[in-house]
């Protein structure tokens, strides 16, 4: 294959209070195989908007472009079928499910990808055993297994319940979308390891971030700038560095 | 929005053509001719060689229930019943000789096999011993129509001193004890129904724990209606005395049918002093088709009174089932400090009509009570929750709360709160919350983020929804329940 | 068309030698379902919670001509004094149900008429439904007909409606009529006074046209002996915004009865209210909303402070039809029972037939809070004081929620003046 996540003149738009809003407007992005991208840019750029249209949310409608992810049509397919095809995307604000056990929905999400991937169904103390291990290397309580997905979570144990999931269902491209967000610094550096953990040459990640510091422990391939819905600027780690002290203004006047 | 669609879809054939117990057993019936007068009665009362004064309580329920009308105010509809062309008694011929499960027809063990009543409890149905395990054993009083045909782990239960046996057989057996709380909590002239129950009830359970004996073991009844035209009038008496405890486990599935049923139960707490009951129901009734033919009418009226300091009566029903669902079992809680539970989820889909909920009246002093109901409703159905909480002037201190959620599936059905609060009293709190929502889109995104199936991510999301209700459940139930919400689920998604 | 007086029993009887001769269908009509169904007893869903016993055994006659006028400057400078500023608004005053030029001070920026001149019904009115509303509808003489041009800014209008009765029982049964044509805006303020033994049977038809709002507060004093049965139709059109508040304090048995109807996409309507009763008065908050239309928002609030033998009712009906998709509905009844013999009924309803919607309610029921109480008195303030405190921030909550700062004034000055620094109500 010769690029394993190929986005093409991608445009977007939802509908707001009965207004069509455009968000995405053309945006061209390839990731190979084992690199780990990042795409920064101010807020209401679209960079949530990229996440949730390639994990195929129904509200935003695809107007122009497309997106293929290891050779298959990417936007044809239902949002399970693209986890199943090893799509993951850890939400900037994952959702609560009250009354569902984390252990139960976990172990019910990876036994549907293992069987969509033509693998045995893992049994519940065999999953267990995964489960709890993948949890301690997070430094996660172990009661957050027994609790309901993500309900009374603080937003550093939601972020890690997300990372626990992802390295639970063992995907080839993981979207993270500000995962960084509200973690202190030792929650920032278990969460980077946990995505390190993953990194091979089957791997890859498109990194939604602010901060430098997340990068610090990642080390990224590539960065993206997007604006207004489209991605203006790429560069090597440098650029991530450099953005962190100027700002963005200076690369958006230099763009407009 | 595909997704919202495919979920409508989904949830539209809950129930339908899934509904996996539609057969009927093909058993000899002794079946008395359609009608409802007194010499059926009589005829009824002479059968079960009832006393005297049973046939004098049961005539006299029967003149009440004539100067009576049929409630109005439900929120459910259906055509007028002729009670005149409907069979009052239908009995299985039994065999001569004693009742021993050995003697209970090989037919009979099938259906229970169909219906899904578990290996262990066929076991003991069939008379083998169960090894002593960790789980603690079932007894089963197997309703078939109107006459139970089998009773199980009598001498253990008889060894504690626990009672549990057929009414009709407690009738003669323990007449004094029948007479003094038979029609105590719910009298005769209650409701229309409870009148009709009372003149014509075939059969039903009756478990009378004595004082200080925690029952050795859960009590399960499997009800179930099978022969054609016959209307279903158990007659459920528990009686749990000082410092005792039961737990009453009730499910029910019938046979596939065209016409509608009725079915009229009545059931009657009582709890003294520092006694517990806790009631267990999982109702999966044939609902009729898609297009609301057929199904059971389902009439109950369920009560319980908390006469003693301290006593506790729990109410957990899980109602899948039945066309029309008319059902409020409630408390009344006398006794000081005692405390009642409601914790119900009720699904209707298709045509489904079931207006469910439950009464609390707060007589005494820091009586506390809690409701917790879930209602989901889906295709053509409506689900109406309808409650009282009723604090009167003596009962200080008195707490109540209630939280009420509906979940609606699809934009063809309806769901219905209405809660009536009436406080008497300035010390005693009361809070009832109620929302009503579909299932959220975010939710659905998320699972199916995870690589599950909208039909298993709405399977999920449902269960966690009723997650408060379902945990009151006994493990038994627990896991059938749960079984029984997804099955309801199955198959949605195409 | 006599068929009344022949077969009339319960209350509907008091009214029995005015019910003879209606003229018009209308009137005919509504004569025709009172005869059918009379006047509700607590067997009838809507009226479980309030018995029309309290009508009593007396007839109830047609107003006299005549009234004193004192009497009515009296009860009029009891109104207006209650806040500077309403003495400056322009109003409208009925006395016994007919207007009052010699007290009104009419309005300028709308176009105003009475029934009594050009009877009107209203659509949205059903009499085959509401048997008060049939009753008013049979012996309706005079009301405000009262019509905002459209895109006109009218400000403030009161509508003062002033019972004065003696012993003998009479009943007045007024009918006003109020269109806020479209974009245009309106800030209503009814007060209901009086003396003495009568019965008061307002029914008020409200359209509020596209892009217009309503913002309607009705001030509850009727007299002590009074009974106040009104209903009010509120038809809400699209962008519009009917925003009410009730306030309920006087009488000896008053129902608020409103019937809000979101007919068109994006309204919002606000059915707020609070009372404050003691003795034995009974006071009912009954309200049905109705989305008929998709996007629109409703809201409802309600205070009650019972005292003495009071019992507060409080029936609110939200439903929300299939069309109605993405409909917002929030309703909280909330109740502080101050005296072993007070009571509260409430029954909150939801009634849903659309998928995509948010809806919840909410009640409580209790007593003050012994933890702020016990907080308040441990600063120094005694507990009488403290009670009080607590009381009026538990009503200042409702009242809060009116929009128009007039309006929101008027409602405390009102308050502040029949309770201030009492444990119970003069």
């Known amino acids: ?256 | 929005m595909p997704a919202v669609t495919q979920t409508r879809e989904a949830v539209e054939k809950l129930g339908q053509s899934t509904y996996k117990w539609g057969f009927e057993t093909d058993i000899e019936m002794d079946m008395a001719p359609k009608g409802l007068n007194e010499d059926i009665i009589r005829l009824i009362s002479s059968r079960k060689e009832e006393p005297e004064w049973m046939l004098e309580w049961r005539l006299a329920a029967y003149k009440t229930w004539q100067a009576m009308t049929e409630p109005k105010w439900a929120k459910v509809g259906y055509p007028p019943i002729d009670y005149q062309d409907a069979h009052y008694y239908a009995a299985p011929l039994k065999k001569p000789g004693p009742k021993s499960l050995d003697e209970v027809d090989p037919e009979l063990l099938r259906t229970y096999e169909k219906l899904g009543i578990p290996l262990h409890e066929q076991a003991m149905l069939a008379g083998v011993e169960v090894p002593e395990g960790e789980r603690m054993p079932v007894a089963v009083d197997a309703v078939f129509d109107s006459v139970s045909v089998a009773t199980t782990f009598r001498k253990t239960l008889e060894e504690a001193g626990v009672i549990f046996c057929p009414i009709s057989e407690a009738v003669k057996e323990h007449p004094d004890l029948v007479r003094k709380y038979l029609g105590t909590v719910v009298p005769a002239g209650d409701n229309f129904f409870s009148a009709l129950n009372s003149a014509v009830f075939t059969d039903g359970s009756f478990v009378y724990v004595p004082k200080g004996v925690r029952c050795p073991m859960e009590l399960s009844t499997y009800f179930r209606i099978n022969a054609k035209n016959t209307g279903q009038f158990e007659r459920t008496l528990i009686v749990v005395e000082e410092g005792a405890s039961v737990s009453y486990l009730e499910g029910c599935t019938a046979p596939m049918r065209d016409e509608n049923q009725l079915h009229a139960a009545v059931v009657e707490l009582v709890a003294m002093d520092d006694a517990s009951i806790k009631y267990s129901t999982v109702q999966n009734w044939y609902p009729g088709d898609e297009d609301g033919r057929g199904g059971i009418y389902n009439f109950v009226t369920k009560r319980g009174i908390c006469r003693g300091a301290r006593s506790k009566i729990s109410w957990t029903q899980v109602e899948t089932g039945s066309a029309i669902t008319w059902k409020y079992p409630s408390c009344i809680l006398q006794g000081e400090g005692s405390v009642g539970e409601f914790y119900s989820v009720a699904v209707t889909n298709n045509r489904q009509q079931a207006d469910t909920g439950t009464k609390m009246i707060h007589l005494g002093r820091n009586t506390r009570s809690t409701i917790i109901a879930k209602t989901i409703s889906a295709g053509r159905s409506d689900s109406t929750y309808r409650g009282l909480v009723r604090v009167q002037p003596k009962a200080s201190g008195a707490r109540n709360f209630t939280q009420c959620d509906s979940l609606l599936i699809g934009d063809q059905c309806g769901a219905h709160t209405v809660p009536y609060i009436e406080s008497r009293n300035m010390n005693a709190r009361i809070e009832h919350e109620a929302t009503t929502s579909k299932i959220s889109e975010d939710q659905l995104f998320y699972c199916r983020q995870r690589g599950l199936s909208e039909e298993d991510a709405v399977g999920l999301i449902v269960n966690g929804f009723c997650r408060d209700v379902l945990k009151e459940l006994p493990m038994e139930f627990a896991v059938e329940a749960q079984k029984l919400l997804q099955i309801s689920l199955e198959g949605s998604v195409g | 068309m006599n068929a009344l007086s022949k077969d009339m029993s319960g209350p509907l009887a008091l009214f029995a030698n005015r019910l003879n001769t209606p003229t018009g269908a209308e009137r005919q009509s509504a004569a025709g379902a009172l005869a059918r169904t009379g006047l509700p007893d607590r067997k009838v869903e809507a009226w479980r919670y309030t018995a029309l016993r309290a009508l009593g055994k007396q007839d109830y006659a047609a107003p006299p001509e005549q009234v004193d006028a004192s009497t009515v400057r009296a009860l009029l400078d009891g109104v207006l004094q209650a806040h500077p500023a309403m003495a400056a608004l322009p109003r409208v005053v009925f006395v016994n149900g007919r207007h009052a030029p010699a007290f009104s001070a009419l309005p300028d920026d709308v176009d105003l008429s009475f029934f009594a001149h050009e009877p009107q019904f209203g659509l949205q009115a059903a009499p085959d439904r509401d048997p008060l509303v049939a009753l008013n509808t049979v012996l309706a003489e005079d009301g405000l007909v009262l019509r905002v041009p459209a895109g006109v800014d009218a400000g403030h209008v009161m509508l003062i409606s002033l019972g004065v009765a003696g012993a003998e029982p009479l009943s007045f049964h007024p009918r006003h009529t109020v269109v806020v044509e479209k974009d245009a805006h309106l800030r209503l303020i009814c007060v209901q006074a009086g003396q003495g033994t009568y019965f008061h049977n307002p029914v008020m038809d409200i359209r509020v046209e596209d892009g217009a709002t309503l913002e309607h507060v009705t001030l509850q004093t009727e007299g002590a002996q009074a009974i106040s049965l009104g209903t009010l139709y509120a038809h809400v059109g699209h962008q519009s915004v009917y925003d009410s508040f009730v306030l309920g304090l006087g009488g000896l048995l008053v129902r608020h009865e409103v019937h809000a109807h979101l007919a068109a996409t994006r309204g919002e309507v606000h059915v707020n209210g609070a009372q404050r009763l003691a003795g034995q008065q009974v006071g009912d908050i009954t309200s049905v909303i109705t989305h008929a239309a998709s996007d629109c928002t409703s809201r409802q609030t309600v205070r009650n402070v019972l005292d003495g033998h009071a019992r507060g009712v409080f029936q609110g009906k939200v439903l929300v039809e299939r069309i109605a998709q993405k409909t917002d509905g929030y309703q909280m009844n909330q109740a502080l029972l101050l005296s072993p013999d007070a009571e509260i009924d409430a029954k909150p309803e939801l009634e849903i037939y659309a998928d995509d919607v948010r809806c919840s309610h909410g009640a409580t029921v209790g007593a003050l809070d012994d933890e702020q109480l016990f907080y308040l008195r441990s600063r120094g303030i005694p507990e009488h004081e403290a009670r009080q405190i607590l009381i009026d921030a538990f009503l200042d909550e409702a009242v809060a929620l009116v929009v128009d700062a007039t309006a929101q004034t008027f409602c405390r000055s009102v308050l502040a003046a029949r309770f201030a620094g009492k444990g119970e109500p003069s």
């Not at chain 1, 010769?2 to 990731?31: H, M, N, P, T």
């Not at chain 1, 604000?93 to 045995?120: C, M, Q």
């Open chain 1, 1 to 256: 294959m010769s690029q394993f996540l190929e986005i093409s003149g991608l445009c977007a738009q939802i509908d707001a209070d009965g207004q069509e809003k455009q968000i995405l407007r053309g945006v061209d992005l390839s990731i190979p195989p084992g690199e780990v991208h990042v795409i920064m840019g101010p807020n209401g750029s679209g960079k949530s908007t990229l996440s949730y249209v390639l994990a195929g949310r129904e509200d935003y409608e695809v107007t122009a472009g497309t997106a293929t992810f290891h050779g298959q049509n990417l936007l044809a397919m239902e949002p399970e079928e693209r986890a199943a095809a090893g799509l993951f995307l850890a939400f900037q604000s994952p959702i609560e499910l009250p009354g569902v056990n984390n252990a139960n929905f976990l172990r019910t999400a990876v036994n549907a990808v293992r069987r969509a991937r033509g693998l045995e169904e893992l049994d519940a103390v065999a999953f267990l055993k995964m489960a709890r291990e993948a949890a301690k290397a997070l430094s996660m309580a172990p009661d957050m297994l027994k609790r309901n997905v993500n309900v009374g979570f603080s937003g550093g144990e939601k972020k890690r319940n997300e990372v626990l999931q992802m390295t639970l269902l063992q995907p080839t491209f993981a979207i993270l979308d500000e995962t960084d967000s509200g973690l202190d610094v030792d929650a920032l550096r278990i969460v980077a390891e946990g995505v390190n953990r993953l990194r091979a040459p089957t791997f890859s990640a498109l990194v939604i971030t602010h901060h430098q510091k997340l990068l610090d422990y990642l080390v990224p391939d590539r960065i993206h700038v997007m604006a207004r819905g489209r991605i203006i600027l790429s560069g090597g780690p440098e650029l991530a560095r450099q953005i962190d002290q100027e700002g963005y203004t200076k690369f958006l006047a230099e763009v407009a």
